[in-house]
Every structure is written in structure tokens, then in C-alpha cells.
């Protein structure tokens, strides 16, 4: 999965504290992609960003749970007063155009989140 | 309520042979159909795709077929190798503004020496 980088690999949290988890989309990618999976399912959406924009939020918790693409930097997927619940390994995803277009989504190797 | 579904959580196929996993979906506009396959530890790796207005695409031993009356997808492997022992998920792009990816719940391939 050389390209898109997410750091960390592990992030170990107590329950109240806050998760911050950052993704560098591939180069010439404009357009990232959040997903989250739990243990034994697939992957969920949580939220498409484009540089500065958040597009699509609808598969992300309405409260707790932010995402931002600054201008310059990583994007950031930002977990506040997390809960056992948010345990979980959350994967980024760029593509160099909306939706991919007829290129697929690449994906970063994942942030493992363990809160204890 | 699960739109894309892999029904067989498990497979397992000698070296040589031909390995078939399968998925099936509710969705019918969903307009572009993916296979990525996983290792632990690493993220899903794009294997190959499909347009919905197609029936077949192949890449040298991966070959999918959409059946999109069926709502149904296929991966054929062959010749099934050891290296692609792995979890496979099936993939559909939605029509939505974001045109995420909605995952079925993967199949574990084991390819036996």
C-alpha cells in the first residue's frame, strides 16, 4: 500500500481522551476517503474530504467525531472523549479524482485504536 | 441493513485450482464493482474492477464477472498460488455525492500447498 500514509500504525487511549489519526493521500490525490471497520466486518464509510472541504459526513457519528484536509498537511481524523466503542482499525483512502472516476480508491495501512 | 453481501465468511482451495468467491448486492445503483484483497496489518490492496455496463474483466489470473439481473459478483482465481491466501472484500460504488464504497463483509481465502 506504498502511497497513502497513516500514522500512527497504533494508538493506544484511556476512555474520555482524545484520538487524533492523520493520512497522507497519495501524491497528485486530491480527494481522501475515511472508513472505519470493526472487528469481523467489512469496511464502513465515515467521510470524503477534498483540500479544505468536507463533501460527505453522513457515515460519521454526529457527535464526538471530526475530519479535516487543511490546505497544506495530512489530513486529520479526530476522535474526542473516545469509548470503548471507538475501538477500532480506521483506514484512509485517496483517489485522484471525485468517486474515484475509473480509479479505485487506494488505501493507507490502517491506525489501530485501542481504548482502554 | 447490509447492501453488498459476501456470504461465505471462509474458502478454502487446493494450490493450482480455481478459487470462486462471491457477492451479492441490493443496490441497483451501484454503477462500479471492486475487488481489493487484505493481509493483517496492511490495508486493502485494489485487485481488479468492473463497470456495471459490463459482464467480464480479466487481469492475468483474476477474472469478475457481474450478473447485474442476479445483483450478483463473482472473483475467479485461477491458478489459485499459496500468496493468495488472504481476506477478499467485494467493493460497490454508490451514486451518492461522496460515491463511497460500500464493503461486503469479506472472505477469508486459504489456498492449500
Known amino acids: 500500500n506504498a502511497g497513502v500514509m497513516q500514522n500512527p500504525r497504533h494508538l493506544v487511549r484511556r476512555r474520555g481522551q482524545e484520538a487524533r489519526l492523520r493520512c497522507s493521500p497519495m501524491?497528485?490525490?486530491?480527494?481522501v476517503y475515511w472508513y472505519r471497520q470493526l472487528p469481523e466486518e467489512g469496511l464502513k464509510f465515515m467521510v470524503y474530504?477534498?483540500?479544505?472541504?468536507?463533501?460527505?459526513e453522513s457515515g460519521m457519528p454526529k457527535e464526538r467525531f471530526s475530519a479535516e484536509f487543511p490546505k497544506e498537511g495530512p489530513s486529520i481524523l479526530r476522535i474526542q472523549q473516545v469509548v470503548r466503542g471507538d475501538s477500532a482499525a480506521y483506514f484512509c483512502?485517496?483517489?485522484?479524482?471525485?468517486?474515484?472516476?475509473?480509479?479505485?480508491?487506494?488505501f493507507g495501512d490502517g491506525t489501530r485504536l485501542s481504548i482502554l | 441493513d447490509q447492501q453488498v453481501k459476501q456470504n461465505s465468511p471462509s474458502l478454502s482451495v487446493q494450490e493450482g485450482r480455481i478459487s470462486i468467491l462471491n457477492c451479492d448486492y441490493t443496490?441497483?445503483?451501484?454503477?462500479?464493482f471492486l475487488w481489493y484483497k487484505k493481509y493483517p496489518a496492511e490495508g486493502p490492496t485494489f485487485l481488479i474492477s468492473?463497470?456495471?455496463?459490463?459482464d467480464k474483466n480479466e487481469d492475468g489470473r483474476f477474472t469478475v464477472f457481474l450478473n447485474k439481473s442476479a445483483k450478483h459478483l463473482s472473483l475467479h482465481i485461477v491458478p489459485s498460488q499459496p500468496g493468495d491466501s488472504a481476506v477478499y472484500f467485494c467493493?460497490?460504488?454508490?451514486?451518492?455525492?461522496?460515491?463511497?464504497?460500500?464493503f461486503g463483509s469479506g472472505t477469508q481465502l486459504t489456498v492449500l500447498p
Open positions: 474530504l477534498q483540500k479544505e472541504n468536507i463533501i460527505d
Open positions: 467493493a460497490a460504488r454508490g451514486s451518492g455525492s461522496a460515491r463511497q464504497l460500500t
Open positions: 468492473i463497470s456495471s455496463i459490463k
Open positions: 443496490n441497483s445503483m451501484f454503477d462500479y
Open positions: 501524491k497528485g490525490h486530491s480527494h
Open positions: 483512502a485517496s483517489s485522484p479524482e471525485a468517486g474515484g472516476g475509473n480509479q479505485p480508491q487506494h
